[in-house]
């Protein structure tokens, strides 16, 4: 999809993403964090970063492995805030997520600055498939 497919709540932090499956779903949600940061239409793509998650149990744990796993990246590559994030594999078997985090280095003279994304929580994080499309709703630490 060319849209970005999430949206926020005003009442608590908390991301609504969805897609037509669990991988543009986890897709989505992870640009969510990154849309409470800063103004993602003012992001350009100047570098990538990969992201490799595994040892989850079940798809909330690596929905929240993956999240938690993106949301490092701002702070260790230094500050990269990504334009797109492409899941290039899902393994359910083996519980790993391989992913490619596009963007470029945080700058305050370029981006607004929002909210600070604290943590991913497992606090009410729910994942709902329907036939055509799959919901996902994540609670973050602000």
């Not at 897709?27 to 239409?41: H, N, P, R, S, W």
């Not at 604290?118 to 996902?136: F, L, W």
Request: hydrophobic residues 40%; negative net charge.
């Amino acid at each position: 999809m060319n849209a970005i497919n999430y949206c926020f709540s005003t009442f608590t932090p908390r991301i609504h993403a969805w897609g037509k499956d669990l991988k543009e779903a986890f897709e989505q949600c992870a640009m969510g964090v990154f849309g409470y940061i800063t103004d993602l239409k003012m992001v350009s793509i100047e570098k990538y970063a990969d992201v490799e998650v595994s040892g989850g149990d079940d798809e909330k744990s690596m929905l929240f492995r993956f999240l938690d796993d993106v949301l490092f990246l701002f702070n260790a590559e230094p500050f990269l805030i990504p334009k797109k994030i492409e899941i290039l594999q899902m393994d359910w078997q083996n519980f790993r997520i391989r992913a490619r985090c596009y963007g470029e280095v945080f700058n305050l003279d370029k981006h607004s600055q929002g909210t600070e994304v604290k943590a991913i929580t497992y606090s009410n994080m729910q994942i709902h498939k329907k036939d055509d499309r799959v919901d996902v709703y994540v609670i973050i630490d602000i």
